[in-house]
């Protein structure tokens, strides 16, 4: 695990994982200091379970496939009052994360997003970007956010968060956090992290098929209805 010169607040990592073996040394060697990575499997066939457990992760099994599924088994197996989430295919570093933990634990802001700046050819492809962009306009139009990215890395309470009572076991599980979260008056914020070429091929948006599959399922978020009344967005700072 990365030390830190000023150490950041204990939080439990979720990383959702489906044959991540090329990805998970890089990725839990750079989680904060103290904290503890839980990775989720959910149904990997290249022995990316053993090696998680190997280099010192808490190992969840998700059978049910889905992003969402694994994003929350691992948020119920969570115990730190702070959880983050961030993919686990080495596309972004874990290290950021505690920069984004501190504002999230001063109280500043309620749930922290990773706006991704891609880094290099090939780290975010066109048709997934547009899928995105065309879904933060859908959630501006839903909630009044004014956010540019929908991506993996962000960081919240974890009784707030089980709060949210999240249903959604598929691809969109963030869009309906972040959806709840609004409806709920939450603080929304977002900052810019650095966004690699992951390691493997991309399980969601690595295709044209599969970033309709996501689509369709944030579009099934969005057309519910605000759960508990339509509490004011309290803002969004950079």
């Known amino acids: 695990m ?37 990775v989720v499997d959910n149904g990997s066939t290249d022995g990316s379970a053993d090696i998680a457990r190997d280099l ?62 891609p880094q290099g050819r090939g780290a975010w492809p066109a048709h997934a970007r547009a899928g995105n962009l ?10 009044g956010l004014r956010l540019r990215d929908l991506g993996p890395m962000r960081v ?15 691809s969109g599980y963030p869009l309906q956090m972040v959806v709840r979260a609004a409806d709920a008056g939450w603080r929304i914020a977002e900052t810019d992290v650095p966004y690699l070429p992951r390691a493997g091929r991309s399980k969601v948006t690595g295709t044209w098929r599969g970033t309709w599959h996501a689509v369709r399922d944030m579009r099934r978020v969005l057309a519910e209805p605000a759960v508990g009344g339509d509490a004011p967005v309290r803002g969004v700072s950079a």
Do not use: Q
């Open 2 to 38: 990365t030390p830190s010169a000023c150490a950041p607040p204990r939080a439990d990592l979720v990383l959702p994982c489906l044959d991540e073996a090329r990805a998970l040394p890089w990725v839990l060697a750079r989680v904060p200091a103290g904290w503890r990575a839980i």
């Open 56 to 117: 010192g992760a808490t190992v969840v099994h998700e059978d049910r496939r889905g992003f969402g599924a694994a994003c929350h088994a691992g948020l119920l197996a969570a115990r730190a009052d702070l959880v983050c989430f961030c993919d686990c295919d080495a596309s972004m570093d874990p290290g950021l994360l505690g920069a984004m933990a501190a504002r999230v634990a001063s109280g500043e802001v309620d749930l922290l997003l990773g706006r991704r700046r």
């Open 134 to 143: 065309a879904l933060a306009r859908m959630v501006r139009r839903r909630t």
């Open 156 to 170: 919240a309470r974890r009784e707030a968060l089980l709060g949210l009572d999240l249903t959604d076991r598929r």
